[in-house]
């Protein structure tokens, strides 16, 4: 039972929706507003699963007092922090909650993926090998594609820059565009699977 | 002084991130930590004031919309996710959003399949609409996995190998140039905002 | 092949990447501190969004959606497009939304408004509207609202503000008149305007991506359903210029910009260094010098990893492959 | 040493965060006073309807960094209450010297989002006179009622169904009002009252989001204005009709405008004229000034302009025997030859405030010259919606170049971009015939567009100035020989390209004329702009909303109650004639109520006429009593009000009105104007049609609606969507080839799968591992278990596990996902015992390193470091950290296996990886594994999905390159 009526809720919710995207007439229409309505009033709670995980995770470090424990007490120090200064002082510019964000949250997660550009210089020179005729090419299509974006590369010969051009018009649309129709597929496989009832993963483990 | 202050704590914040290039060390484990936490942290207040007051508050208690009061129980049975017992009460508010993908099953066989389909059967006119006719449709072929790759077909499908390595030079070449930029901004941020060097 | 190149081939081949990390960021830092100018040539894809835009030129029945779903991990490549798109629509007198899916989203987009306004007299809730931060898990809806009602589907924008009764909400209702949805993401999310907003409701779509994205948006660039892309920090450079050179344009005869013209675009250079351009205007054609260095500098690794390798590797006598 | 680290960060934590308490202090320290914005004014907005002041004041320099300005207004000193405020970046200040903040029009008065309670603004001096916005407390807000003009927005459904009767004794007697609680308005607005006294302050906001104190409260007061000058007005007198057409620019419209007006000025009295304007202007002023002049002019025509919608800004008058005459309007003028007479245009407004236009003098022409309607056109139901939009169309499609560019440096090779506008009527083109010539006449091509991708490609013999093309569309059965279009594309040298001329259609100019649809329901006096369209365009949407609201002026309030007062009565529609709204009320007993007084006021107007001797006095009388008598009659006669009073139950009541309320006002007629925009137009008469549809209103709702259906248009709501036809008949495919194909599997049934070329590669690289003594690497991805790459990793996981253990060669598998964990142990030590071996098996081989994504990457980096892993695996969904592993991988010299279907990381997976699963093939090879049904039936039908996609791509382009586009346009284009 707990797994069959989640089950037939998504299936006739399911079905509901597929005929919802054939049928434009009011009553689909009424149909969508309701679900927006009760949607939009379930979203905010999801919000919650992230912070008891949150919770969960560093709590359980803590008290286990693993290696390291102390940075998931500044980990959860900074979420109630700054949950609390948005509470206190408001969300607008100027409050502490927007100076944490400003100075603290965005200038890291900015970082965060800027190492990258480093690993992929190390690895352009230890890693990227033409191991391959394959892999070959794939790195000759890669330095025209760099070239033909930067101005030098138009220095160097004007059909740089076209070739890039055509490699991304013509090869590279065909590949993407079969991996596409692939992956497309792929998508609407599970989807199905779900309106079926034949995919159940999502919906966790126990009975 | 205050934005000399607030600079400071965001250089620091960011060299300390950076530091990781030299090897795992306290400060970058620190600004992770705080990373994570202030990330989470930031996300309630702003959910509370955009989201829950405007779709679950003002609904129930101002408007005396009450049947928005199952929706908002539904959603609260979130926080039994981690339950061992009541685990799978919290499948309902699950199931209740994914409800939706029925309508993705039509809309995404519209859009990357038939539309992409139409474009797949220009009229040849020439050398490219022709090598991209060959090439979706050998790549099709290489990922059609009913049939063994061999004899001519095989050579046919390996034409579509090739048609691939290209493409994904192209991905690579772009990815590169991603990666850059985003290193780019960084340093603009740090010699440039906080140290005021590029004008 | 002597015993000594090969040994210094292993040699360099090994050697520790903190090294190579510190020539990563030499080859950014000085490109960045000593501006050059050099060449922005504009592409299609840009062109197109840019051509799109100055059609709903000081049209009231028409507006341009901004959809937000990145944070500030990717503003480097993603906030100069913004800038400009924002520039672009002021300078033009188009009526312009913006809207954002993540709550880390929501002050990038009043930090890019503030930065592009400044210079203009726009209004909010007249000239402009930011519809603020709509958790993820209601975009479907909205985006699908959208296509019927943008005021109910929307409801309040960030002020908390009815939209309804916004001034700047006069004769746009839907999609049919906030016809083009520029959607900036670091992910594959413009996908989803158009299997939703375009497929049902004939929306336009654009994305502005971060590069990594660009190759596999182009099937969608070819058959429309994106009608056009800024592909990473290349597509801000181009479109900064774009609006420097066409929608910025002053003279006697045009005092509000002039029309595009392909042929005066890739004739006209324009100086980034010196202050005849503000630098929140030409910050990512400032970053494309240092992208230069940085990919010969990659073409240059590359190389030479690979030349060690065949070298070292015929010494292995190609044990491993 | 590590806790020394932590109690680092912890160190650090702290500095970080104690700065948050500094800003407050550290601002309080400055002085203050320096903050006040000075030149603080507030001055009437010339031309509105006198709701509207502009503040203006001196910003503060950059250095003070101020975030934004807040502004407060009240109507006495004491009492300011916050009204808006404007931004500012805090890094540039604000650029000028003066900001301006507008507050004219309705703003936000209350609503929901309002707060609960008034309160007084924070960090300012204890007597400071500045609160919150208005709050919901009633006791706060209904007072402030009298202070403005509010409106009140009410959803209809609400006003009719959720209201509370209450009766309010008032001098004259207890008036009955509908009382509304603020959460049944949409909102509720309030505009400045002309002539009273506001007050104003403004304060500024630091960046550390302190509030600096207020600046001196100053006055302002609202004038009402006389109309925003009309720019341009346009005469034509068309000779052969003796028709007289106007056209002007319309002007901002507000709400206070009522009356459009026309007049005629011999050209001899322009003096006199003149004069009259400058006496009224004085006037305007001066309230004492007593004016003696008449207008010279003579009203010629006169209608109400129609707020809230945008009115018809053309007007035809019509002259009779050397007369123009409208009994209605009184208007009764000689005219005589036509080039004596000058035109005046004035808009009215409310105060009685005339604004006139400069005069304009007649074009006389013939009517040869007014643009050509016979277009048919027609009205219908827009096909695929809700029910929510009409569409009006008419002619046939046209085509026309809308850029080029050059494709060589010899500038002879060009892409023309050519566009089309079609209609529902004409929407299947066939064919475009594009003739190419160049300046000297000669035909350069011929070009058939079969396939219409929006673009050509022209080769020109030499570089020209000019280029013509001759176009024709063959659509729906129309050959369209008998419509020929011509453009030239001109060298430009602004714009140093060939740029599209003007287009012409059978040799008349196309955009010289624009198309404008109005509109008009049962319930509007006037015709209102539903779209304007180009010369060009053949087709409107014109959108007809579900929702409806009603307007209603708000002064009263019941504190106990909670409730906002508003007049219970409303118009069900217009008489036929369009002149009286059809009156009636919520509650049934008012309507008897005003019934029995309008026949006790006619009662009392017919014994003073009999009482009275005064001929003139008479006249008025007989005036009034008609009035009266003709309302009587609307009440007691008309269909709808007789059928509401049968009703017993009064809910029914209200819902048969609610209908017909639905039914006026979302049935449309039409009727179209092509003009030059310059008084040279033609308008069509309104669109009528024979064919009736059936519509689902009961008899008696439309009743009274004679017309509906042959002249007014009621949108209808469709079943189906016919342009996604395509995509039912795909997804019926595919979604029972899924299900099918999942059931063969699951029966047992063999379907095979080709033997994937990096399945061998497996093998060999395990051997190789065992060879070397040293142990494997398995990374599972990075994502969750709901992620298919994951499952399809696990399964490969199985196999690599059972060979390792067959080799009893260690496996090492680190894990991101708490929740893959216990799964891939699982599959690990299941695969030790079908191998035979669970004594070989180790618990800990497969380990949680951390969630995070570097740190995860660093301790995989780790492992492969200290273990000298010989092979490694890398199955499942990958993001950014891929490269970093697998460069690691590579200078440890180990043998590196992928597979994702992560696109943006397989190129960096084959140049890093010695054999990489490309996609499709990680789910293939797990599939091929692990032989589930469930893996294999999806693979298996989105494989024969696939051989169809195939095969219909090749039919297709070969039918395409053929000229045979039928395949191609049955699949959807967006």
Redesign the interface.
């Known amino acids: 039972m707990k797994r069959q009526i989640p089950l037939i809720i998504i299936m006739t919710l399911g079905f509901m929706f597929v005929a919802h995207s054939f049928i434009p007439h009011k009553i689909s229409a009424d149909f969508f507003d309701w679900f927006q309505d009760w949607v939009k009033a379930i979203s905010p709670f999801a919000v919650s699963l992230g912070v008891i995980s949150l919770f969960m995770v560093n709590g359980t470090k803590i008290s286990r007092k693993v290696p390291n424990w102390q940075y998931s007490v500044i980990t959860l120090a900074g979420l109630v922090f700054t949950a609390l200064a948005g509470f206190i002082w408001g969300t607008q510019s100027g409050t502490p909650y927007m100076w944490l964000f400003e100075n603290v949250q965005m200038p890291m997660s900015a970082t965060m993926f800027a190492l990258l550009a480093f690993y992929i210089a190390s690895a352009a020179y230890k890693a990227f090998r033409a191991r391959s005729a394959q892999a070959t090419v794939l790195l000759l299509a890669a330095i025209i594609v760099m070239l033909g974006q930067v101005p030098l590369g138009a220095m160097i010969s004007k059909w740089i820059p076209e070739t890039s051009k055509w490699i991304l018009n013509v090869p590279n649309l065909a590949a993407k565009r079969a991996i596409m129709i692939g992956v497309g597929l792929g998508m609407t496989a599970t989807s199905l699977k779900i309106l079926l009832g034949i995919e159940r993963t999502y919906l966790g483990g126990g009975d | 002084m205050f934005e000399t202050v607030s600079k400071i704590v965001a250089a620091f914040l960011t060299l300390s991130i950076f530091s990781f290039l030299y090897k795992d060390n306290p400060f970058y484990k620190f600004a992770e930590a705080l990373l994570v936490g202030v990330s989470m942290g930031y996300a309630i207040p702003l959910v509370y004031e955009n989201v829950f007051l405007p779709y679950v508050y003002t609904p129930i208690f101002l408007s005396h919309k009450f049947i928005i009061i199952i929706p908002a129980i539904l959603g609260s049975l979130y926080m039994f996710r981690f339950s061992k017992n009541l685990g799978w009460l919290a499948r309902y508010p699950i199931v209740f959003g994914m409800g939706i993908v029925g309508m993705g099953v039509p809309m995404s066989i519209h859009s990357s399949v038939l539309v992409q389909m139409r474009s797949a059967m220009l009229p040849i006119d020439g050398i490219n609409t022709a090598l991209i006719f060959i090439g979706t449709v050998t790549i099709l072929l290489y990922f059609f996995f009913s049939k063994a790759h061999k004899g001519i077909y095989g050579k046919f499908t390996n034409v579509g190998v090739w048609f691939m390595m290209i493409g994904f030079g192209a991905s690579f070449g772009y990815t590169v140039m991603a990666r850059v930029s985003l290193l780019i901004g960084r340093i603009q941020f740090l010699l440039g905002d906080c140290l005021g060097l590029i004008k | 092949m002597n015993k000594k190149t090969i040994k210094f081939f292993d040699k360099i ?3 520790d ?2 090294y ?2 510190i ?3 030499l080859a ?2 000085f490109p ?2 000593i ?1 050059f100018n ?4 504009v ?1 299609k894809p840009t062109e197109d969004i840019y051509k799109k835009i100055d059609s709903f030129s000081g049209d009231k029945s028409k507006a341009v959606l901004l959809s937000f779903t990145h ?7 993603l ?1 100069p497009m913004e800038v400009s798109v924002l520039r672009h629509c002021f300078e033009r007198d188009i009526k312009v939304f913006t809207i954002c899916w993540i ?2 989203a ?2 990038l987009v ?1 930090y890019a408004i ?2 592009a ?3 203009f007299d726009v ?2 809730g007249i000239d402009y509207c930011n519809f ?4 993820y ?2 975009r ?3 985006m ?2 959208m296509g ?2 943008i005021a ?2 929307v ?2 924008d960030s002020q ?3 939209i ?2 916004l ?1 700047i909400m006069q004769d746009i ?1 839907n999609y ?1 008149d906030m016809n083009l949805v520029v959607d900036f993401a670091a992910s594959g999310s413009a ?1 989803q305007w ?3 907003a ?3 409701f ?1 929306a336009n779509i654009a994305a502005g991506v ?10 969608y660039l ?4 994106l009608m056009g892309m800024f ?4 597509g801000a450079a181009e479109y900064e210029k774009l609006v420097d050179v066409f929608a910025s344009y002053k003279s006697e005869d045009h005092p509000h910009g ?2 595009f ?4 675009i890739d ?1 006209t250079r324009v100086a980034i260094t010196g ?1 005849a351009v503000p ?1 929140k205007y030409k ?1 990512a054609r ?3 010098n ?3 260095v ?6 240059f ?2 190389l ?3 030349i060690g ?1 065949f070298i070292t590797r015929k010494k292995v006598g190609g044990k ?2 | 040493m590590k806790l020394t680290y932590a109690k680092t960060g912890l160190l650090l934590f702290l500095m970080v965060f104690s700065f948050l308490l500094m800003p407050i202090p550290s601002h309080a320290a400055s002085d203050s006073s320096s903050y006040i914005v000075e030149n603080l004014k507030a001055e009437d907005i010339p031309d509105d309807d006198g709701g509207g002041l502009v503040l203006s004041w001196k910003p503060l320099p950059k250095e003070k960094r101020i975030i934004e300005y807040r502004i407060y207004r009240g109507v006495n000193k004491d009492t300011l209450f916050y009204h808006g405020k404007v931004d500012v970046n805090v890094k540039t200040g604000v650029s000028g010297d003066v900001m301006y903040y507008y507050d004219s029009g309705y703003n936000n008065f209350v609503d929901l989002q309002s707060p609960r309670k008034l309160k007084k603004e924070q960090q300012q001096s204890e007597d400071s006179p500045l609160y919150g916005s208005y709050p919901r407390d009633l006791k706060v807000t209904g007072p402030q009622l009298a202070n403005y003009q509010i409106l009140g927005v009410i959803p209809e459904k609400d006003f009719l169904f959720k209201n509370t009767k209450i009766e309010v004794e008032e001098e004259d007697g207890s008036v009955v009002y509908a009382g509304l609680k603020l959460r049944h308005f949409s909102g509720l607005y309030k505009k400045l009252i002309p002539g009273k006294e506001y007050f104003y302050t403004v304060f500024a906001v630091t960046e550390s989001r302190s509030y600096m104190p207020y600046a001196e409260p100053i006055i302002g007061v609202p004038i009402d204005n006389s109309p925003e000058k009309i720019q341009n007005l346009y005469s034509a007198y068309v000779e052969d009709q003796s028709i007289m057409k106007f056209e002007w620019v319309r002007s901002l419209f507000t709400s206070d405008q009522t009356n459009h007006s026309l007049y005629l000025l011999k050209k001899s009295d322009l003096t006199a004229f003149n004069n009259y304007i400058d006496e009224q202007k004085k006037a305007e002023i001066d309230p004492e000034f007593t004016t003696t002049l008449e207008n010279p002019a003579q009203l010629i025509f006169q209608r109400y302009c129609g707020y809230p919608y945008t009115p018809n800004n053309t007007v035809e008058v019509e002259i009779v025997n050397g007369k123009i005459i409208n009994d209605e309007k009184h208007i009764n003028v000689e005219v005589g030859a036509i080039e004596s007479y000058l035109a005046v245009f004035s808009l009215q407004d409310r105060a009685g405030y005339e604004t006139f236009s400069e005069v304009s003098s007649f074009d006389i022409c013939n009517s040869a010259i007014l643009p050509d309607l016979s277009d048919v056109w027609n009205v219908a139901d827009r096909l695929n919606d809700k029910g929510d939009y009409n569409v009006v169309q008419w002619g046939k499609p046209t085509v026309f170049l809308t850029n080029s560019t050059f494709l060589n440096e010899d500038k002879t090779r060009i892409l023309v971009n050519y566009d089309v506008y079609k209609n529902t009527k004409y929407d299947k083109i066939k064919n475009i015939f594009f003739n190419v010539f160049d300046m000297a006449g000669n035909k350069i091509s011929t070009i058939n567009e079969f396939y219409q991708d929006s673009k050509l490609k022209v080769n020109l013999n030499e570089p020209s100035q000019s280029v013509k093309f001759e176009m024709r569309i063959v659509a729906n059965g129309s050959t369209g020989e008998d419509q020929i279009f011509t453009q030239s594309l001109v060298f430009n040298d602004e714009i140093k390209s060939l740029q599209p001329g003007k287009l012409f259609l059978n040799g008349k100019e196309v955009n010289k004329y624009s198309y404008s649809v109005y509109k008009n329901n049962y319930s509007n006096e006037e015709w209102r702009l539903s779209k304007k369209a180009l010369g060009s365009q053949r087709e409107i949407f014109d959108n007809v909303t579900y929702r409806s609201y009603i307007y209603k002026g708000v002064s009263k309030f019941d504190a106990k109650k909670g409730l906002f007062l508003v007049s219970s009565s409303f118009s069900a529609r217009l008489d036929d004639e369009l002149k009286n709204p059809i009156m009636t009320d919520l509650y049934p007993q008012e309507v008897t109520k005003t019934l029995d007084q309008y026949k006790e006021e006619l009662a009392n107007l017919i014994t003073m006429r009999d009482t009275t001797d005064s001929e003139a006095e008479i006249a008025g009388l007989n005036a009034n009593i008609d009035a009266y008598q003709s309302q009587i009659d609307l009440n007691e006669n008309n269909s709808i009000l007789k059928k509401a009073a049968e009703f017993k139950n009064k809910r029914a009541r209200i819902k048969f009105l609610e209908k017909v309320k639905t039914i006026a006002s979302r049935s449309f007629k039409y009727k179209i104007v092509k003009s030059d925009g310059k008084a040279h137009f033609s308008s069509s008469d309104v669109y009528r049609t024979e064919k009736v549809k059936k519509l689902p209103f009961s008899k008696a709702a439309r009743k009274s609606f004679t017309t509906l259906g042959i002249d007014h248009f009621y949108p209808m709501p469709n079943w189906f969507q016919a342009d996604k036809f395509p995509a039912l008949i795909a997804t019926f495919i595919f979604g029972f080839m899924v299900f099918f194909m999942i059931k063969q599997a699951k029966k047992g049934k063999e379907l095979y799968i080709r033997p994937i070329a990096g399945i061998d590669e497996i093998d060999n690289a395990i051997g190789r591992a065992t060879e070397m003594g040293r142990p494997i690497l398995f990374v599972p991805g990075l994502s969750g278990i709901s992620d298919v790459a994951t499952l399809a990793g696990l399964s490969i996981l199985g196999r690599v596990a059972k060979k390792a253990a067959e080799y009893d060669t260690r496996i090492l598998v680190p894990v991101r996902d708490y929740i893959v964990l216990p799964i891939a142990q699982e599959v690990v030590k299941e695969a030790h015992y079908e191998a035979g071996r669970p004594d070989s098996h180790d618990k800990n081989s497969v380990f949680f390193i951390t969630t995070s994504q570097f740190a995860f990457v660093a301790g995989v980096n780790g492992v492969m470091i200290r273990e000298k892993t010989a092979t490694n695996f890398y199955m499942g969904m990958f993001w950014a950290e891929a490269l970093i592993m697998t460069e690691t991988g590579n200078t440890t010299g180990a043998i590196q296996i992928s597979g994702t279907d992560a696109v943006t990381q397989i190129p960096f997976f084959i140049t890093t990886c010695d054999y990489t699963l490309i996609g499709e093939e990680l789910y293939a090879a797990s599939a091929y594994l692990a032989r589930e049904p469930l893996q294999l039936g999806t693979l298996k039908a989105v494989d024969y999905t696939k051989f169809l996609i195939i095969s219909f791509v090749i039919i297709g382009t070969l039918l395409s390159t053929v000229h045979a586009t039928f395949l191609i346009n049955a699949f959807p284009e967006k």
Do not use: W
């Open positions: 081949q090994n050697i990447r903190r190579i990390y020539v990563v960021a950014i830092i960045l501190l501006p050099s060449p922005t040539y592409t944070d500030a991990s990717t503003m480097p490549e906030f709550p880390a929501a002050p009043d503030n930065t306004k400044e210079d209004q909010s603020g931060y709509k958790p898990a209601l479907l809806p909205i699908l609202g019927d009602d109910k589907a409801e309040t908390g503000r009815k309804e009764n001034e209702k049919d996908i158009i299997t939703y375009r497929a049902k004939g971060t590069a990594v994205m660009v190759a596999d948006n182009y099937p070819q058959t429309g359903q592909r990473g920090l290349k002039r029309p013209s392909k042929e005066i004739q202050d630098y910050k400032i970053g494309m240092a992208q230069s940085a990919h010969i500098m990659m073409i690794f590359i030479i990893g690979n390798y491993h492959v």
